[in-house]
């Protein structure tokens, strides 16, 4: 079905409890709930949703796109609205803008930067379990901030990337990657001190970021040397992807930039 009508809609979520962007059988899924807030504020009338890309089960992000295609004419306020009062609280749309009907979300040139939240030490306050991953044991925070910044440049993913498809792109460039303490996202629940992994990029391969997170954590905890990441992104490297996956609820989507 042709629409006549495209719009590119910004969301937040919280993505502790659901499975994912992606719809799925006897799975609660991001675009689940969107598709059925949607429902209620166009009641009978056709539309059709497609999101930018996909998230990992409780995965959450600051900054999300939807685009959204309808057959009648969208007035951004009201519907900004309707949308936020059919939402359930862990989501919000923030922006509404018109966009051509040609206009391919996935396809359409983008950076992302993702971070990765996590503290070490003293368990965390379970209220703290939804943002951010706590390590147990202590690591050494310096060997992995030089570690991290390895990553920068252009290299070869194969071993940051699972299941694969034939056609998987695996050389990529990463324009940031660094560890800072957190000031982003505060509560009075998190521990004293937390940290982030930040990664930025116009694409990323699947648990790319969450198997780079591992891989730092290890080395932080003196079980790998930083020379393991070095010959890791070489083009020689075995090409086996890495086993050591960490928990997907420390990542967030912090934001999006959409290129011309």
Sequence with gaps: ???????????EFLGFRFSGWQKQPNAKTLHDIVDKSLSFVFEDSAYKTIGIGRTDAKVSANAYYLQLFRDSEVEAVPFLVSLNQNF??????????KVATDFN???????????????????????AAPFMVNIAEELDLNKM??????????????????????????KRTIALCEIVE????????FPEKSYI???QGKGFLRYQIRLMMATLIEVGKGSLEISF????????????????????SGLQLYDIELIA
């Design 1 to 11: 079905m042709k629409y006549s009508f495209s719009y590119l809609i910004r969301l």
């Design 88 to 97: 359930p609280p862990d989501f919000r749309a923030t922006t509404v803008q």
């Design 105 to 127: 979300i996935i396809q359409a040139s983008k950076k992302k930067e993702y971070h990765y939240y996590f503290s070490f030490g003293a368990k965390n306050h379970p209220f």
């Design 145 to 170: 901030k030089e570690a991290a910044k390895l990553f920068e440049g252009e290299h070869y993913f194969h071993k940051y990337c699972t299941k694969p498809s034939a056609h998987t792109v695996f």
């Design 182 to 189: 957190n000031t982003v996202l505060t509560a009075n629940f």
């Design 197 to 199: 992994l930040k990664v």
């Design 229 to 248: 990441i070095v010959a890791s992104l070489k083009e020689d490297n075995d090409r086996k992807f890495l086993r050591n996956i960490a928990p997907s």
